[in-house]
């Protein structure tokens, strides 16, 4: 996926600044997809040169440079050209994973400090999602189409974290187990 293709669909929920898309970017696509707010105002240039956005002066921005960004036709048909392209599979790619493949050959060189460190990290990120889960999908708000779809998108993120979560518990087990059978 491109950041572009994030962008547009974010423009297409509500059109935005430069600033208020990359605000709003950091709460809900960037879950998925991590930006930076320098990529972001870089990328807008581009989809505007390409023609699929287009901007204006923001009424609210005063003397300021701020651009209000919304989709055009063009954006809307790429976006639509590249949502019904094949995608590949995610490729898994982490550190940790090639790190305590390392403890399993060298033996134990003391991941469980680092693997506590990413089962907080990964906690913390299942609250958060726990916490939106319940601030917004409320059974009685899950009555369109888009919110049920929205939906699915942070049981994704949901599942993702717990199951990190159960597989970090599982390695600092097996990390501090003996390898004597008998304990």
């Known amino acids: 996926m491109s950041l572009a293709h994030a962008l547009l669909t974010s423009l297409l929920e509500k059109s935005s600044s430069g600033y208020d898309l990359a605000r709003r970017f950091d709460k809900s696509i960037g879950f998925f997809w991590h930006a930076t707010h320098q990529q972001i105002y870089r990328e807008l240039a ?7 956005i287009a901007s204006k002066a923001a ?37 940790l994973i090639v790190r305590l493949r390392a403890d399993a050959v060298m033996g134990p060189i003391g991941l469980e400090a680092e693997i506590e460190r990413h089962l907080s990290m990964h906690e913390a990120k299942l609250l958060a999602y726990r916490a939106i889960e319940q601030r917004d999908f ?27 979560v159960a597989w970090s518990h599982e390695a600092l087990a097996v990390l501090r187990e003996s390898d004597n059978p008998a304990g």
């Open 59 to 95: 009424p609210d921005g005063g003397k300021t440079r701020k651009r209000l960004y919304s989709v055009l036709a063009a954006g809307k048909k790429e976006l639509r050209r590249w949502a019904l392209e094949p995608s590949p599979a995610p490729d898994l790619r982490d550190e």
């Open 46 to 52: 581009r989809m505007e040169a390409a023609g699929w």
């Open 138 to 164: 409320s059974p009685d708000k899950l009555t369109t189409r888009e919110a049920r779809i929205q939906h699915l998108i942070l049981r994704t993120g949901l599942g993702y974290e717990e199951g990190w």
